[in-house]
């Protein structure tokens, strides 16, 4: 599915379903998953509770709903931090638009399921130090889903 692009706040927006790249450490310390932990504590409550009963594998998504948005932690990121070295793994993100269009499938009528918007910022794109232009195409050639994703300004 080509890619929405939006200018905003992904956390703002109209959608429903919001997915976001995440470490595999249990740390949702910086960037949009800080936001998501602070706004949606049942989102960073389940994603820390899979790490310590688990592991937070590569690929997994763990979908959880909130208040008012259903909240996928997508696990794209081998560890965390800044500086530019790249945490994010480009087959974790193809796993992950997978996974999100399985657990949609169980959400949503499967007649549904091309008209359903999932809101994301540009997962992997910051502080994992992934490059867009190839996160783009794994997004579009992976998804079931319309993405929107929002350019924070």
């Known amino acids: 599915m080509k890619i929405i692009y939006k200018r905003g706040d992904a956390l703002a927006g109209p959608e429903y379903f919001l997915a976001h790249g ?8 910086a960037g949009i998953a800080q936001q998501i932990r602070t ?3 049942p989102a960073y409550d ?6 310590n009963t688990n592991t937070l594998e590569l690929g997994a998504v763990l979908g959880v709903k909130c208040a008012s948005k259903y ?8 560890g965390y931090g800044r500086g530019g070295k790249k945490y994010l793994v480009d087959e974790a993100v193809a796993a992950c638009m997978l996974e999100i269009s399985q657990q949609l499938k169980q959400l949503v009528p499967q007649v549904l399921i091309h008209n359903i918007e999932v809101a994301m910022p540009q997962i992997g794109a910051g502080l994992a130090a992934g490059d867009w232009n190839l996160i783009e195409k794994i997004i579009e050639q992976n998804s079931l889903f319309q993405p929107v994703v ?3 300004e």
């Open 22 to 29: 995440c470490n595999n450490k249990g740390k949702m310390g």
């Open 150 to 152: 929002y350019i924070y």
């Open 39 to 41: 706004k949606y504590k």
């Open 46 to 51: 389940y994603y820390t509770e899979v790490y």
């Open 71 to 78: 909240i996928f932690n997508c696990i794209t990121q081998d």
